[in-house]
Structures are given as C-alpha cells and as structure tokens.
C-alpha cells in the first residue's frame, strides 16, 4: 500500500484528495505499470469524500491509494479554497481515455473488470477500432453479488494469466474502491476505478454535456437520469458536503491566523 511523503495533496473532509493533472497521472500509471507496481488509483467525487466521512475504514482506503483523483468540481473548487489555486480536474471517464490513448500507441495490454456483459462486449469490439493497437487481453463482468474466496482466486489468477498491464475496474463507489484494496497485493499492475466509465464509452448511459460538467451540475444531468438510483445519494450527500466543507475552511482559517 502506498502513502504519500510528499505534500501534494490535500484533506477534504479527512479524505486525501491529490492536485494531480491527466498528464502527470497518466505518466504515473504508466509508470507502475512499466514497473509492474501492485497499485490502485481512485478518482473522487463529493459521493467518494461523504463514504469516507462516514465510514473511516474506507477512509483509509481510499487515503491509502497510490493517487487519488479530484474527479469532480466540486472538489477542483474545493482544493482552490484550500489554497491549490492552479487544482484542475483529472475526470475518470476522460483519464480512462487518456491511457487507452497511451495503450494503444504502445501496445499495453490492458483488462476490464466490471460492467454487465452487454456493456463489456460492446467495449471489446469497439475500444479497439477507436484506439487503433489497443489490446484487450482480460474482460469480466462479475455477478452482482460478493465473490467467494475460490471465485476470487481465479479471477485474480486470469489477471495475472491475460498478461494485461492495466486493469480498469468498473464497480461503482464503494465497491470498486474496496474491491481494488483488498486484491491489488496479489496484481503486479496499476487498477484504477473508473466508476461509470464503461456504460458512458459503450454509449449505454449519457453523459452530461460538457457545460454541465463544467458548472459542477454533472449530478443533475445523472439524477434526472437515474431519480430511483440516485436521489438519495445527492439529497444526502452534497447539502451535508457543502456544509462540513464550509466548516471545515472556517476552522483552517482560524487555526492559521
């Protein structure tokens, strides 16, 4: 597991968040994965930091990762109000197509884990016709339910079998965190949690137009989505973020004066 030494990071809320770019976290990656680095890479957003608020033992996962993301704007602005006036976003969705970029100009295998079947096969024809040289040497989509130990053995045993350099794991927040914990020691390759990611490159969930995104209004555009799946998530999580944030930049600014 890895912890960070150098100050290029901030706590929002207990939870690191790295002022990181596309680029440098690309070369990073690439870079455990040259060196063959058992290593996890998260991307958070408000979701992400109010899990971690809530469940200190998540926390330290996510604190533990080798680079945390800030993934949504909220955290970009966030950051800035913390003092990292140049923070910018490093998107999942987009650091994703950034290293399949990278990939496929120098033949990295990579691995997809996660996602439903449909999703997947969608992935596995067309990721390589976009990125001409991508191979893909590893893809499963996992039951919707906790792996046994045996099950859990031979996935791990196919990853390092396929040969992949990179593995993408499309779980979703929690799980996906968790779930790269737990097995990174047993990969000898960088995972990087990509949430989403899958269903938005297989065309089967829209993103938010890029506008949105950048208004930091992404969660409205997904609510409006996905009501059902989402409502409780935003009404719960982002008033308290918010909040606590507010606190939380208060009591810096009190403590430094």
Known sequence: MNIHSTKDYKYILGQRVDYTTYRNAVDRIIQYSNNKKSSYICASNVHMVMESYD????????????????????????????????????????????????????????????????????????????????LISYAYSPPFRKLSKDETKEVILNINMSKCKIVFIGLGCPKQEIWMYENSP?????????????????????????????????????????????????????????????????NDKYKYN
Not at 230 to 244: A, K
């Open 55 to 134: 469940n200190k033992k998540f926390q330290n996962i996510v604190n533990t990762a080798n680079i945390v993301t800030p993934d949504g704007m909220p955290l970009v602005w966030t950051l800035k109000l913390l003092g990292v006036k140049n923070a910018e976003r490093v998107y999942g969705p987009k650091l994703m197509i950034e290293l399949l970029k990278v990939c496929a100009l120098k033949n990295i295998p990579i691995g997809l884990y996660g996602g439903t079947k449909e999703v997947l096969d969608r992935l596995t024809i067309k990721l390589p016709k976009e990125y001409r040289g991508l």
């Open 186 to 250: 047993y990969l000898s390759m960088p995972l990087i949690g990509v949430g989403a990611s899958f269903d938005f490159l297989a065309n089967s969930k829209r993103q938010a137009p890029l506008f949105l995104q950048n208004k930091g209004l992404e969660w409205l555009f997904r609510l409006f989505t996905e009501p059902r799946r989402l409502f409780y998530r935003y009404f719960y999580h982002n008033p308290r973020f918010i909040c606590y944030v507010f606190k939380q930049f208060v």
